[in-house]
């Protein structure tokens, strides 16, 4: 007869075994780049390159030669990511750490200029830096803007346009313009794009903490930003692409889940999160896959093409692109 002890142990036991098979099984869906090509003497510049997904993009692109450009709001960790990787990839490709903050034009303005002194081009501009701030903290920009709308947006907005000069002499060049499908949540008000609404709906708790409304925008708008660009891009040799890494184990929602969250989530989350390494393969696929060279504006998850479920509209675009433009001249929210 088999004691009791050895059943109660074997139970949980074989629910990890099934849930590491199952896991398993759901990990080959994901997509994996599969072009290892040398990338040496070409410049990638990745924002948020010293943690999470930008981390292990930046180690992908290294170990392939290229030169990766670390561009980061605290220069200590960037430098600090860059020494590690340097123990792992002693021969790996050149990285440069550059402080950049996308709260502050200032800050983009005064990186853009150390980057057109320093480099004549640019062959990949990775636009992957985020945050997510509970509403409530009504939390802004150092020009006043909510911060997923300043930083998500608007920073990348400015950098880019900034830095399009760079990338045309790099030609055939590519921006990489990390988004999620939580822009599908997405509902975009003209008339308050610093939500200031829900901003106080959350303040009383009328709002529920992981559903952040200000980050589903910022990656909606993400993609409108990417498609728009795309079209003006056109015929230059410089391709957009857009992508989703997936629901992946990072930092970037360290204050809206917390820690009981995660405890009760963990079976979902073995069998469904990815790790950054694995939500990092399709910002590298965009990145470096020849396969879908001149396939501008398109949006990838798992290294193949998505069709997104929101329903785009060129209207909404160019007003997005065109206020988008006025709030970077006037530095001050409407």
């Known amino acids: 007869m088999v004691p009791a002890q050895a059943i109660y142990a074997a139970v949980p036991i074989s629910v990890l075994i099934a849930i590491g098979f199952i896991r398993k099984w759901r990990s080959r869906k994901w997509g994996k780049c599969l072009t290892d090509t040398c990338l040496r003497g070409k410049t990638y510049l990745i924002t948020g390159a010293n943690s999470g997904i930008g981390l292990e ?52 303005e005064s990186f853009v200029d150390v980057i057109k002194t320093g480099f004549h081009k640019i062959d990949v501009l990775i636009n992957n830096a985020g945050v997510v701030v509970p509403l409530k903290c009504d939390e802004k920009t150092k020009e006043g803007f909510e911060i997923h709308l300043g930083v998500n947006h608007l920073g990348h ?77 056109r015929d230059t040799g410089v391709d957009v692409y857009t992508c989703c890494p997936g629901f992946c184990y990072t930092n970037l929602f360290r204050f809206s889940v917390k820690w009981y969250h995660y405890l009760i989530m963990l079976p979902v989350a073995l069998m469904y999160m990815k790790s950054a390494k694995q939500g990092s393969e399709t910002i590298v696929y965009c990145a470096t896959d020849y396969g879908i060279e001149g396939q501008t504006g ?37």
């Not at 479920?309 to 001050?332: G, H, M, Q, T």
Request: glycine letters at 4%.
């Open 57 to 108: 993009t930046a180690k992908a692109l290294v170990r392939r030669k290229a030169r990766v450009i670390f561009a980061c709001r605290d220069i200590a960790k960037a430098k600090q990511a860059i020494s590690e990787i340097r123990k792992e990839q002693p021969t790996g490709g050149e990285m440069i750490p550059m402080q950049l903050d996308l709260s502050s034009f200032e800050s983009i």
């Open 157 to 233: 907005f400015y950098l880019t346009n900034l830095l399009l000069d760079q990338l045309k002499r790099a030609a055939p060049s590519r921006i990489v313009v990390v988004s999620s499908t939580l822009h599908e949540m997405a509902k975009i008000d003209f008339n308050d794009l610093n939500l200031r609404g829900e901003i106080e709906k959350a303040k009383k708790g009328q709002v529920k903490a992981r559903h952040n409304l200000g980050y589903s925008n910022s990656k909606l708008m993400n993609v409108y930003f990417a498609r728009a660009l795309a079209d003006k891009l």
């Open 298 to 334: 398109k949006f990838y998850r798992d290294c193949v093409e998505y069709d997104s479920k929101y329903p785009f509209k060129k209207e909404e675009e160019i007003k997005l692109w065109n206020i988008s433009e006025e709030l970077v001249k006037a530095r001050k929210p409407l």
